[in-house]
Every structure is written in C-alpha cells, then in structure tokens.
C-alpha cells in the first residue's frame, strides 16, 4: 500500500481540525495552531510523545508502564522511530529503533532488551519484501547470525514496544471497512506476549477491521486517527476473537491510543505530544 493511498482517506478530516501542539523554536509558544495535517509528516519534523499503560484495579487506574518515542520524517519520504518502553508489571525495558520506507513498509530494526532488570538479548534486522539478515544474541539462543525466507512479506515488525503495534497499520485491507480481513506479514521480535524473550523473528496470524477515521480526543488534544480492531486467532483456530483497539494518526502508522484486552486488560494513552517542525 502507497503512503499516499494510507493518507487520503484521513486528509479530509484532518484538514478541517485544529491540532493543539507544542512546537520547538525560539518563541516557543504553549500552544500552536496547525491548520495544515500535512505539516505533521513534513520532512524533517520530528513528533515526541510519552505513552502512559494503566488499567483498572478494584476501580482506579494503576499505570503499569511508560513509553517515550520519537518519530522522524525524512526528506525521501521515509520515517524513522526511537522508542523506549518500559513496563512495570511485568518488568521489561524494551528499546528500539525503526527505519521505514516512503511506503511504511520495515526496512531496518535494532532492539535492545531487558527481563526483570537482566539483559536478555539485542538483534539487528535488515528487511526486505522476502529476506530478512538478523545479527544478534539472545540468552537462550546465543549469538545469531541468519538469513530468513519469510513465509509471507513482510509488512510490518512488532518489537512489543507500544508504539510498534502501529506498524500493522500498513498491512490492514483499508479497501473493505468493516470487515475483518486477514492480514498478511506481521511479525513479531518474541515469542512471548509481554515481548521477554528474544529478540528474534517469529511470524503471527492476525486479522484486522478497517473502522474509518475518528476525530480522537486525548490528553493531548483532538487529533484525526484511523481506527482499527485487530483479532487473534481463537483457541480453534477456525476463526478469530478480537484483541485491540488501535488508534494511529489519520493516514501513518504513528502511534496515538490503544487498548488490549486480556491478558493486558490495558489501555495505552498518548499523555504528552511535541511536535518539531523542520528548521531553516
């Protein structure tokens, strides 16, 4: 799917909203009016947010993890993303840093992980459609070194940061609405739910339902989002149970809200946004 097809859908909405932001510059003003959504995907603007985990316990919200990201757009259209997520219960620190295309399609991904205070692994992954280098070590496996024939191509990779669900974005059939589809290459850097084991390259049946464009309010004020339903696989395996609710903003695979149901029962909420805007 073309980068433009994932941002016309969203450019109407977007185009008749207000987006309070706060922008880096000299004067730095509070709040900033930013009438234009393209401006939010120009090269060289920079989008910072810190994401909040919490869900509910005996009726008040217990935040269980922290996540600060960074997204960069690059003059080729492309976009760069530097996440650290760390998550309190269970404790995990997962680290990473994502190279995609002008279509948002994965081309490189470094991950750096820790389980419960220990370093459990880093990995390098260089991704085309139908390869994919991995150089890393993990704990368990030791020291890797692979080239991979991915079964399907790949569309997306999850480093079970936060921010990286948005990713299969890309891979969700955005042609039927409301229906839910099976989405072809998405793959996963851990076998494990929580993302404690690895890194490595494991791939993951999912479905996806294409729920149109939403003006989302957050802490951080009312932005367009796509809004998508992802399924899993039931126990089965004949058809699927709905997992998360994701929220990106309209037209990219930048994160903006989530929510998991069990085993996270968690919703993940976009607290602080910053956006750069290109200098010079």
């Known amino acids: 799917m073309r980068r433009r097809d994932l941002i016309s859908a969203g450019g109407a909405l977007a185009a008749s909203m207000t987006l309070p932001v706060r922008q880096a510059g000299a004067e730095r003003p509070s709040d900033v009016t930013a009438r234009d959504p393209a401006l939010l995907t120009a090269p060289g603007t ?17 935040v269980r993890g922290r996540e600060r990201v960074i997204y960069s ?10 996440t650290h997520s760390e998550s309190f219960d269970p404790p995990v620190i997962r680290t990473a840093i994502y190279t995609l295309g002008a279509d948002y399609l994965p081309r490189e991904c470094c991950v750096v992980l820790r389980n419960e205070g220990l370093a459990e692994g880093s990995a390098w992954f260089l991704i085309d459609e139908a390869m994919v280098e991995l150089e890393g070590f993990n704990v368990r496996d030791g020291r890797l070194s692979r080239r991979i024939e991915a079964p399907e191509p790949v569309r997306a990779l999850i480093a079970h940061a936060v921010s ?49 464009v939403e003006a989302l309010a957050t802490p951080a004020g009312t ?7 992802t399924y899993l696989p039931d126990a ?28 996270f029962s ?13 200098t010079g």
């Open 73 to 82: 757009f690059a003059a080729d259209g492309g976009l760069t993303m530097n």
């Open 266 to 278: 968690t919703s993940y909420d976009t607290v602080v946004l910053e956006i750069t805007p290109p």
């Open 223 to 229: 932005l367009p989002a796509d809004h998508y339903l």
């Open 46 to 62: 920079q989008l910072s947010m810190v994401i909040e985990f919490t869900r509910q316990v005996d009726g008040r919200a217990v």
């Open 164 to 212: 990286s669900d948005a990713f299969i974005a890309v891979a969700a059939d955005r042609t039927r609405p409301g229906e839910v589809v099976p989405a072809s290459g998405v793959y996963l850097t851990s076998a494990d739910p929580f993302g404690r084991t690895g890194p490595d390259f494991r791939h993951v049946q999912i479905a996806m339902e294409y729920l149109g």
């Open 236 to 263: 089965a395996g004949t058809g699927y149970n709905p997992f998360q609710d994701l929220w990106c903003l309209a037209g990219t695979p930048v994160f903006l809200k989530s929510y998991a149901r069990a085993p």
